[in-house]
């Protein structure tokens, strides 16, 4: 069974500050990873794709992919209250259907 | 472009009642899915379209649920009859899939669905 795996958090941390949320998953034969920002009592929206291994940057916020760690990372630089929410990590292979976390609740406090 | 189209936003019925849920993917998108999300189990996969032919339903909980796609532009998920442990967010999402690459899904703004 495909696994994705989030920390649940909540990760709280004071505005200005990098925000490091993590991913693992066990399907070796992922291909696309995708983070989603959801708010509370909203739906998920994409904020990042990445499908090879490094870095992606888009404004404040960086993917990062190790495929031989099965491991990818988003960071939000500068964060600000508003980026609080939780963040849904959805992994996908060859089927591309995606796989999703749990989720990690980020809390940006002033 | 519009995005996913759900209705209704909120349901509340009592239990042993129908329940139809109904969604309207973004057009040109060739994958319609349903999910259903709650605070214990996280987004789960229900079923899952690929041009209106439904592909995997393993998601479904039980027979009680049903799903349709008539047509590229509706999607309906219906629940005959409804319990309380049925009472979740519900969302519809919509996908393109083009040259060899994924796509991200697009979400609909979901039915909050409340089983008395």
Known sequence: QKEVEQNSGPLSVPEGAIASLNCTYSDRGSQ???????????SPELIMFIYSNGDKEDGRFTAQLNKA?????????????????????AVSGGSYIPTFGRGTSLIVHP | DAGVIQSPRHEVTEMGQEVTLRCKP??????????RQTMMRGLELLIYFNNNVPIDDSGMPEDRFSAKMPNASFSTLKIQPSEPRDSAVYFCASQRRTGGWN??????????????
């Open chain 2, 26 to 35: 973004i057009s040109g998108h060739d994958y319609l899915f349903w999910y």
């Open chain 2, 103 to 116: 796509q991200p899904q697009h979400f609909g703004d979901g039915t909050r669905l409340s089983i008395l």
């Open chain 1, 32 to 42: 696309s990873f995708f983070w989603y920002r959801q708010y509370s009592g909203k």
């Open chain 1, 69 to 89: 760690s099965q491991y990818v990372s988003l960071l939000i630089r500068d964060s600000q209250p508003s980026d609080s929410a939780t963040y849904l990590c």
